[in-house]
């Protein structure tokens, strides 16, 4: 029997849901990569409580770190039966990252450090200059999600993937209000700015406004529910 | 940006200080030389290694090197070309 559970988590782990997206920032590569040393905290990063850098080196002129973030880590109110009582409040990330000023790669492996039976999501970002404009930035995006709950694998990666694409259009978006305050400094005022940018600016207040409404509805039904975690 | 031990904010925040001048002017632009800032850095680890073994957070597993080893995960061969956005199901070991 115990070969057989064995058998069935292994499989459940190497069976991941895959997902991943590119996007382009309009600043050079020098600047993103600076600005993603900077990203937190910004107005998207609220589930984001702590950063710290555990061990940093430089290893044939690349930069090596590994951090340490811990995060709040809501789940559905079906995923409460998981958890035995007394788990900690928040969840603790781990990122690696390798920084190559040379080929001008800023390469990050993101993956949890507990509550990796229910979830385990792994994700690897590139940061590199984009093909179309060597004054921009490519970000490509790949996450794994996974689970060993056996009998809700499905349900969690389902939950767990959704849940990622919204974090990861929200690191997007915190990463572009901080490249602004570094480097495009008196945007928001200035007459000047090109089209897109402004058009980008005005989806940016206009996604700051609905989030700050779909916030207070969520704490409003936290409230009644109760808050896991 | 706050530190998992909120007595070690301050001892962060100067070396963030220090690693962000550093790490975009002379880093990036082919000074590689690291130890401007270590003097703070040793200072600010030794106050989050302790934060780290209160909240019972073990250093070790938070240095696992995975990028360029076995251990990284790849991409499944049936998610479509990395331009578009895309979500499959595919086992990765």
């Known amino acids: ?229 | 940006m706050n530190s998992v031990g909120s007595e070690c904010n301050d001892m962060k925040r100067d070396y963030d200080q220090c690693f962000n001048k550093w790490f975009s002017e002379k880093f990036l632009k082919g000074d590689r030389a690291d130890e401007a800032c270590t003097p703070l850095f040793k200072k600010y680890q030794s106050c989050v290694k302790k934060a780290m073994k209160e909240k019972d957070i073990n250093v070790e597993d938070v240095e696992r090197t995975i990028l360029g080893t076995n251990s990284e995960p790849q991409k499944p061969p049936s998610a479509k070309p990395s331009s578009e956005e895309s979500t499959s199901t595919s086992g990765t070991s």
């Open chain 1, 1 to 229: 029997m115990q070969t057989q559970t064995l058998g069935v988590n292994t499989t459940a782990y190497k069976m991941a849901r895959y997902h991943s997206k590119t996007t382009v920032l309009q600043n050079d590569w020098d600047q993103v990569a600076s600005a993603v040393w900077q990203r937190y905290p910004n107005p998207h990063s609220k589930h984001v409580l702590s950063e710290d850098v555990i061990s940093r080196k430089v290893e044939d002129n690349k930069l090596h770190s590994f951090r340490l973030l811990t995060k709040t880590n809501h789940l559905p109110k079906w995923g409460e039966r998981f958890l035995p009582s007394g788990t900690p409040r928040f969840a603790s990330v781990v990122e690696e990252s390798v920084v190559d000023p040379v080929a001008k790669t800023f390469t990050t492996f993101t993956w949890n450090l507990n509550f990796t039976r229910i979830m385990n999501v792994r994700e690897k970002v590139v940061y590199s200059v984009s093909p179309e404009n060597n004054g921009w930035t490519q970000v490509h995006r790949e996450a794994w999600v996974s689970s060993s709950m056996y009998g809700f694998i499905r349900a969690i990666q389902h939950f767990g993937v959704d849940r990622y694409k919204k974090n990861s259009e929200k690191a997007n978006l915190g990463l572009q209000l901080v490249l602004g305050r570094l480097f495009n400094k008196g945007q928001e005022v200035s007459s000047e700015q090109k089209p897109v940018e402004k058009k980008i600016l005005l989806k940016e207040k206009a996604k700051v406004a609905k989030e700050a409404a779909i916030q207070v509805a969520q704490q409003k039904a936290q409230q009644k529910q109760g808050t896991l975690m």
